[in-house]
């Protein structure tokens, strides 16, 4: 079993090969009136300045997907007419 030690370095080697957050959301005056609570969501890895528009609850899920690589932005952004 490792050390707590090593899992310290383990970490700090990873933060700090981050080099930014991978998203910006942004509440506006919709965010506090639409049903949903849709929020805006900027890109700034992949597409940087890129937006889509999700509700609050999809927001924690896409977040976590980006910060391990499992989906890119691109999966996020919402196709015309389809209900996200």
Do not use: K
Not at 22 to 37: F, K, N, S
Not at 52 to 75: K, Q
């Amino acid at each position: 079993m490792p050390s707590r030690a090593s899992g310290r370095a383990t970490y700090r080697r990873w933060s700090r090969r981050r080099r930014t957050p991978p998203l910006v959301v942004l509440a506006d005056a919709r965010t506090c009136t639409e049903p949903g609570r849709p929020l805006t969501v900027v890109d700034l890895y992949d597409t940087p300045g890129q937006s889509t528009v999700l509700p609050c609850r999809e927001v924690g899920s896409m977040a976590c997907n980006l910060e391990i690589s499992n989906m890119d932005f691109h999966e996020f952004v919402a196709v015309e007419a389809v209900e996200p």
